[in-house]
């Protein structure tokens, strides 16, 4: 398997929130943060192909919210564009 390197240049207050974020996770490398990312946007860009929507949903007030992210809404209408969703 080839191998690439990836490299990112963020804030000092990036690099401590994913460090808590990673401390919270209990992910020890900076791979495997970004094994998860992938992993987690993946998924999302699957479901808005699909025509779902990713959702958060207050297990107590069973209140819904709708994830929002740019990109995943660029996936979402290139794929209605290419009739793969219903309008």
């Known amino acids: ?50 025509g779902l929507a990713i959702c958060s949903v207050d297990g107590e007030s069973k209140t819904i919210r709708e994830l929002e992210m740019p990109a995943l809404d660029v996936i979402s209408a290139r794929a209605r564009q290419r009739k793969l969703v219903p309008a």
């Open 1 to 50: 398997m080839n191998t690439k390197r990836f490299q990112v240049e963020i804030s000092d207050d990036q690099m401590e929130e994913l460090k808590q974020l990673m401390d919270l996770g209990g992910i020890p490398t900076n791979k495997d943060l970004f094994n998860n990312a992938l992993t987690l946007f993946k998924w999302a860009a699957r479901a808005k192909q699909q």
